[in-house]
């Protein structure tokens, strides 16, 4: 691993009724029905360290990938979590209700698999469901109501090559106006994360945004996670806006839990 410095920059998003545009400079992405400009400015530069480039998370059966040591003292479920994927190349699509993975852990494995450790990780009062996709470990609630937001199908989802975090932007836009015709622009910012970490190009049709979420982490060049809040469909007005955060492993994964507490505090 090496030192490396990020810029964490203000995204405002400019829409225009076009059917499709491309990305100049990294900057513009594609939607199904407008064009989105990323008018981006830098806020601030920190430095972090960052793994080599070819850090990609391991595909081919995950759950069976041995892991000959591990250990959390008094971690989050979901930090632990993290950090296992983080140290072993996995990949983690995690979708949670709030405060249910904030328990604290402590665990101390040895000649272990990646499936022993989810669950010596995940606390038993609640029952999950643990699946491969794409070569992403998926974990959900197994009270994960049948009309979750992440079930949404995106009838076109088109992006040219593109930094991580401004693809995952650009597929949190798509879901909102999918869930919502009404919408037809949006404004705010987000951070930049690993500039380096280039996911793409993609073109899908009749995808659920989870399985393009798991799309966009196994392309990660430095291994990646999301984590997503599981909320209905029923009411498009009450869902957050930031329903998921994409946990490049450019850095320690604890420098992302205060902001996955706010998302899964929402």
């Not at 691993?1 to 203000?10: D, G, Y």
């Not at 249910?100 to 665990?107: D, P």
């Not at 989810?118 to 794409?134: D, G, Q, T, W």
């Not at 380096?196 to 990660?220: C, H, I, M, Y």
Request: glycine share 6%; hydrophobic share 40%; charged share 15%.
């Amino acid at each position: 691993m090496a030192l490396t410095c990020i810029s964490q920059t203000r995204a405002g998003t400019l829409y225009r009724g076009q059917s499709s545009t491309e990305i100049k400079s990294g900057r513009l992405l594609t939607m199904k029905s407008f064009r989105a400009a990323l008018i981006i400015g830098t806020l601030g530069v920190s430095c972090t360290f960052a793994v080599s480039s070819d850090f990609r998370c391991l595909r081919d059966h995950p759950l069976n990938v041995d892991i000959p040591q591990f250990s959390a003292s008094n971690l989050s479920v979901l930090e632990a979590l993290l950090k296992l994927g983080q140290e072993n190349k996995l990949c983690f699509g995690i979708e949670t209700g709030s405060g249910i993975l904030e328990a604290r852990v402590s665990t101390d494995l040895r000649n272990s698999s990646a499936g022993a450790a989810i669950s010596a990780i995940l606390p038993n009062a609640y029952r999950f469901k643990v699946v491969e996709s794409n070569g992403v470990i998926e974990i959900r609630l197994g009270t994960t109501p049948v009309d979750d937001v992440l079930s949404t199908s995106i009838p076109i989802f088109q992006v040219p090559k593109a930094p991580m975090q401004a693809v995952s932007n650009a597929l949190r836009m798509q879901l909102a106006s999918t869930l919502d015709p009404r919408i037809h622009g949006f404004a705010g910012e987000y951070a930049s994360g690993d500039l380096k970490d280039l996911v793409g190009p993609f073109s899908e049709t009749a995808k659920s945004a989870r399985q393009l979420l798991n799309s966009l982490t196994a392309s990660s060049t430095v291994g990646a996670s999301w984590v997503a809040l599981s909320v209905s469909r029923a009411h498009p007005d009450r869902i957050p806006w930031n329903l998921w955060r994409v946990i490049e492993y450019d850095r320690p994964v604890s420098q992302y839990i205060p902001l996955l507490q706010s998302l899964l505090g929402q």
